[in-house]
């Protein structure tokens, strides 16, 4: 599509926030929302990431999408209230992240949950029957004990998962990966910390992640707006504010309860304090 406005938008930042639990919705809308800053020809896109991380192929493609307008386009990241996990891997597809002196960061890392309900089940009577293919095929099943056998392959699947974390934050900001391993364990840190580590460049809040980023491109600092991009919001949302407030309480619990579910036994890269 070709935007016939696209000039002014080249004195303009381009602003995508990325808040909660990263999976597929948070994919979506932000793949389609750096289409639109490549398209509209912004110089810059500050990225204001306020999250604990998500699934691990999601985090990736957006990760993906925003090296790649890399070329185009200068990045800065700003690391709000939290950015870990899966939050600090698409931190990595910035050129330059600034993070608040007490953002909560790092928890780099891998993480894979199921559930074990097999004493409950025997306690009310239920058992199951099942049919498979392979000895493995009913892997972290809820209603038996892990083998060891099946241990060992997930324990190797976190193994290579947790190796392409480590090596994307290693090219990402220039370190050893035996550097990164260092602080790579899951443990979280403070964005000053990150500072000392190499993970972020400078501490600030997101308005001086906006000059900074307005000075990258050579815009005006005290003059250049930020345009940001988000997804329209239901009708009933705009007109009544009381209901924007209640729908967004309940809709972030019903949230969060659907990710846990549909995220079950799956790898994540997620902060889970």
């Excluded at 894979?112 to 009310?124: A, I, P, Q, T, Y």
């Excluded at 969060?256 to 304090?273: A, C, D, H, N, V």
Aim: charged share 25%; glycine share 10%.
């Amino acid at each position: 599509m070709v935007w016939p406005f696209s000039p002014r938008f080249r004195k303009q930042i381009a602003r995508i926030e990325i808040t909660g639990a990263i999976a597929s919705a948070t994919r979506k809308r932000v793949l389609e929302a750096l289409k639109t800053v490549e398209e509209k020809k912004f110089p810059a896109l500050l990225l204001r990431i306020d999250s604990p991380g998500g699934t691990v192929g999601d985090s990736q493609e957006i990760y993906s999408a925003l090296r790649r307008l890399q070329k185009k386009t200068k990045i800065v990241a700003s690391f709000g209230n939290i950015s870990a996990s899966g939050g600090v891997y698409i931190g990595m597809g910035a050129e330059h992240i600034m993070a608040n002196p007490g953002t909560i960061t790092g928890s780099i890392g891998v993480i894979l949950r199921g559930n074990n309900l097999e004493r409950l089940l025997e306690k009310v009577g239920v058992s199951f029957k099942v049919i498979k293919s392979g000895p493995y095929k009913d892997i972290l099943s809820f209603d038996r004990e892990l083998t060891a056998a099946e241990e060992n392959i997930l324990q190797q699947l976190i193994d290579v998962s947790y190796q392409q974390f480590v090596q994307t934050v290693a090219e990402g900001r220039s370190l050893d990966v035996e550097t990164v391993k260092t602080f790579a364990d899951g443990r979280i840190f403070t964005g000053e910390q990150a500072l000392n580590l190499g993970v972020v460049d400078r501490l600030g809040t997101e308005e001086d992640a906006r000059r900074w980023t307005a000075e990258l491109v050579g815009l005006d600092p005290e003059k250049t707006p930020c345009y940001t991009l988000e997804e329209r919001k239901p009708l009933l949302s705009r007109v009544l504010p009381g209901s924007r407030l209640v729908n967004s309480r309940i809709g972030a619990g019903i949230d969060w309860l659907e990710f846990e579910i549909s995220t079950s036994g799956l790898p994540l890269w997620l902060y889970r304090p």
